[in-house]
Nanobody
């Protein structure tokens, strides 16, 4: 069993930055990913990182602006978000599971953290 708790969301102006954190407890060795869901839209993949951080993957919409990382010693994953745009506004979820960019690859999910980008 794995528990995930996100933090770091908030309100930021367009062009600003935020860093999300995902605290992980329980069984280790999973790939981690960030997904997001905007009001009225489906949940979408943002970024993923493999269990030993050797692989990363990003959605085209965030490439060059977001960076996913993890510190296995601290059992924490991060999503550094720069050059934020109003269209990045969403609830961001941390997920643990096998590697991939589909939500079906992930068995464990956090409760989400709200990110709001004002124009």
């Amino acid at each position: 069993q794995v528990q995930l708790v996100e933090s770091g969301g908030g309100l930021v102006q367009a062009g600003g930055s935020l860093r999300l954190s995902c605290a992980i407890s329980g069984r280790r060795g999973y790939a981690l990913a960030w997904f997001r869901q905007a009001p009225g839209k489906d949940r979408e993949f943002v970024a993923a990182i493999s269990s030993m951080a050797s692989l990363t993957s990003y959605a085209d919409s965030v490439k060059g602006r977001f960076t996913i990382s993890r510190d296995n010693a601290k059992n924490t994953a991060y999503l550094q978000m720069n050059s934020l745009k109003p269209e990045d506004t969403a609830v961001f979820y941390c997920a643990a599971g096998s590697w991939g960019n589909s939500a079906s690859a992930y068995d464990y999910w956090g409760q989400g953290t709200q990110v709001t980008v004002s124009s």
